[in-house]
């Protein structure tokens, strides 16, 4: 999972995006903040089949840092299938970010400014190149200023997934950015709540994983997939137990090939914020 701004990867803290810093990893002693850097060392030491990254400049805004996409898509540079958030809210931002070499474009709620956006996207794109970020704060969802729900004023957690997943939404991201880097775990009853009410989405949550307990609790919570960041920086989720959940993800993802799910681009590894690096969980 790498979280870009201004061309550094940065590590993501609480959501505080003003104060974020250059990413300094263990798994890069020596490359502090260097993307290209990071997503070798992502593929190489861990294994990771593909990326998270998120634009913070074009999610704050401002101009898509396409070189950068360009890059770490190239695959000298990409630790396989880039997916990308970069303040997606229109067909052409979306078809812009796949001609840049993104995989998958990530629809996130902070930037969307209703449902019919994303309907557009997915119509545009196809519903297998497009997954719904449902961005939190501390519990909370975190809309854009001028945001209008297709039910009125229905904002809550769990009717914003309901809208999105009627819009033609199969892949539901939730990602609580005041979880993360904080290491406090993640919201468990809230994703219970959505496997239950949405069992054939799929699910992955990224924002809080602080030990490899915490990829256990979301896996039995339903969790299809997990982003992970901070704890692989520290060296708190080791390559070995990022290759055991790996090994469950494709595992899951062979069982599930021929159900009737329609599958989606795993979200993967993402330097930096709440989206993370990914894993698949076999339930």
Do not use: W
Not at 62 to 74: D, F, K, L, P, T
Not at 147 to 173: H, K, N, V, Y
Not at 230 to 244: C, K, N, P, Q, R
Request: glycine residues 12%; proline residues 4%.
């Amino acid at each position: 999972m790498i979280d870009l701004s201004g061309g550094v990867a940065v590590h993501a803290r609480a959501g505080d995006r003003a104060t974020y810093q250059p990413v300094r990893s263990v798994l890069l002693p020596d490359g502090a903040g260097d993307p290209i850097a990071l997503i070798r060392a992502f593929r190489e030491q861990l294994g990771a089949g593909s990326c998270y990254l998120a634009d913070l400049d074009a999610i704050a805004g401002g101009a898509v840092q396409s070189a950068a996409i360009r890059h770490m898509a190239e695959p000298e540079g990409a630790a396989g299938p880039l997916l990308v958030d970069a303040g997606t809210d229109s067909p052409d931002r979306a078809l812009e970010l796949l001609s840049y070499g993104a995989s998958v474009v990530v629809v996130g709620l902070e930037t969307l400014r209703d449902f019919a956006g994303l309907v557009e996207v997915i119509d545009a794109v196809g519903t297998s190149r497009v997954v719904f970020s449902l961005d939190l704060r501390m519990g909370g969802p975190l809309v854009h200023s001028r945001f209008e729900p297709r039910d009125g004023p229905m904002t809550d957690a769990l009717s914003l997934a309901a809208q999105a997943i009627e819009a033609g939404a199969t892949c539901l991201l939730v990602l609580d950015l005041g979880r993360v880097g904080t290491g406090r775990g993640l919201d468990l009853e809230l994703l219970e709540k959505l496997r239950r009410r949405f069992p054939h989405v799929r699910l992955l949550a990224g924002g809080g994983v602080g030990n490899p307990r915490d990829l256990e609790r979301m896996r039995d919570a339903g969790c299809d997939g997990a982003l992970v960041a901070s704890a692989l920086h520290d060296g708190t989720v080791t390559a070995d137990t990022f290759g055991m959940f790996a090994a469950e993800m494709r595992e899951a993802s062979d069982r599930e090939s021929g159900a009737s799910r329609r599958e989606t681009p795993e979200a993967v590894n993402r330097i930096g914020e709440s989206r993370q690096s990914d894993a698949r969980f076999s339930r």
